[in-house]
């Protein structure tokens, strides 16, 4: 029975972002932010789909009139329509890896949505991702990304890629950590297969300010704020 809810799962996935990204076409004339509305519906369709029960923690340490650079651990492509449904009606974008631009329909909305491609094996254009984030942040946006640079196989926190800190020391903005659980659960790094009914938590911690502080500093104690919360020692290098 999973093997078939899976596979149906895949298809109302393409088929939803398919339909969705036509639909929302119009507002590419008319709206400042085209499909946003459209990403809300997405992420809380396919919620429903999987039966994900999405509890928050810590919000209230956000204040709804400030922009913060947040940065969380990244266990799932779940995380992505849990946060877009946590994060309904705040501005913010997602730093995205380049390759997610290049599916077809997903790629076009990850662009109209205002979304930022990270090529992560260019230095060149990742700083040119750095730099268009930053913009970003200066017209009023949040920005979300995750330091990893990629889904964790096992739960434990991977590396930091010290760009996300260079954005939020360049810029000035807060840090808004997060811990993301569960997501995995539903949604696996590997294989195709998923899990309804599964129970995610999403919890913020507290923003914290760059202070002045050097892009490795910085990275050392965010990460160590992180790792504190998931009860994981460090055994990894960062600052890739």
Do not use: C
């Amino acid at each position: 029975m999973i093997a078939v809810y899976s596979i149906l799962f895949w298809i109302y996935l393409a088929l939803l972002t398919a339909v969705l990204v036509i639909i929302g076409i119009p507002s590419i004339f008319f709206s400042k932010h085209p499909y946003k509305l459209m990403s809300r519906i997405w992420a809380k369709m396919l919620l429903l789909f999987l039966g994900i029960s999405v509890s928050t923690e810590g919000l209230e340490k956000l204040d709804k009139n400030s922009h913060y650079v947040f940065m969380g651990n990244h266990l799932s492509y779940a995380d992505i329509f849990v946060l877009l449904h946590v994060f309904s009606e705040r501005q913010f974008l997602f730093m995205a890896k380049k390759e997610l631009f290049k599916i077809p329909f997903f790629g076009f909305a990850l662009k109209k949505i205002g979304m930022i491609p990270i090529e992560r094996g260019d230095h060149k254009d990742g700083l040119k991702s750095l730099l268009n984030a930053a913009k970003k942040i200066s017209e009023g946006f949040s920005v979300l990304l995750f330091p990893e640079g990629t889904r964790s196989s096992d739960g434990r926190l991977g590396s930091f890629k010290r760009g996300a800190f260079v954005l939020a020391g360049r810029t000035g903005n807060r840090i808004a950590p997060f811990i993301i659980r569960g997501t995995s659960d539903a949604v696996p790094k590997h294989g195709f297969r998923v899990y309804p009914f599964k129970k995610v938590h999403l919890k913020f911690l507290e923003p914290m300010n760059p202070g002045g502080m050097k892009d490795k500093e910085l990275l050392e104690h965010v990460r160590g704020v992180m790792l504190n919360e998931l009860g994981q020692k460090d055994n990894l290098s960062t600052g890739e």
